[in-house]
T-cell receptor, first 110, second 116 residues
């Protein structure tokens, strides 16, 4: 079926540590994946994306890894900061629409 | 460059009323899609428009409708509002439909609808 699910609903990390947020997707035909960050009261903010012909993509302090064999996506945030506290969603494109996971709430302890 | 703009940001309606939400995409973006976000159901796709044509529709009743204008601005309408329609309605825009070709999909801040 159509679903993109996150393994952990909450994640608490210490400021300065690295964070890893995981996501499983079900449609092996999906060719484009996006990570969004959503802060309370705001819309989803684009973080980073990756196409299915790539395994890894890096941005500023963030890295996305794609493992097509096991249909797994992860977002790594280096040196996590209090401003990174938010809900993180992975999404895949299917038939011209985004299918979102449930989201993981990241909490950064000072 | 302005982002995706949605109006109004907050509104309260009574059951049975109808509501129209507006979205202005990023300049140059011709694809506009709408999503509903609720605590229980998460983010769910409503519909997508590209060049004034609805290309895709989610599993929502016919009370939910939308349209896109020649300037790519879009509106969505919900008629005969129900309490369960209370949600954050998000608009997203992209250069290509559904992010085809890896064109990023950007979201607005959303319109908070409360039905009482």
């Amino acid at each position: 079926g159509e679903s993109v699910g996150l393994h952990l609903p909450t994640l608490s990390v210490q400021e300065g540590d690295n964070s890893i947020i995981n996501c499983a997707y079900s449609n092996s035909a999906s060719d484009y994946f996006i990570w969004y960050k959503q802060e309370s009261g705001k819309g989803p903010q684009f973080i980073i994306d990756i196409r299915s012909n790539m395994d890894k993509r890096q941005g500023q302090r963030v890295t996305v890894l794609l493992n097509k064999t096991v249909k797994h996506l992860s977002l790594q945030i280096a040196a996590t900061q209090p401003g990174d506290s938010a809900v993180y969603f992975c999404a895949e494109t299917q038939g011209g629409k985004l299918i979102f996971g449930q989201g993981t709430e990241l909490s950064v302890k000072p | 460059k302005a982002g995706v703009t949605q109006t109004p940001r907050y509104l309260i309606k009574t059951r049975g009323q109808q509501v129209t939400l507006s979205c202005s995409p990023i300049s140059g973006h011709r694809s506009v899609s709408w999503y509903q976000q609720t605590p229980g159901q998460g983010l769910q796709f409503l519909f997508e428009y590209f060049s004034e044509t609805q290309r895709n529709k989610g599993n929502f009743p016919g009370r939910f409708s939308g349209r896109q204008f020649s300037n790519s601005r879009s509106e969505m309408n919900v008629s005969t509002l129900e309490l369960g329609d209370s949600a954050l309605y998000l608009c997203a825009s992209s250069l290509s439909p559904g992010g085809l070709g890896g064109n990023t999909i950007y979201f607005g801040e959303g319109s908070w609808l409360t039905v009482v």
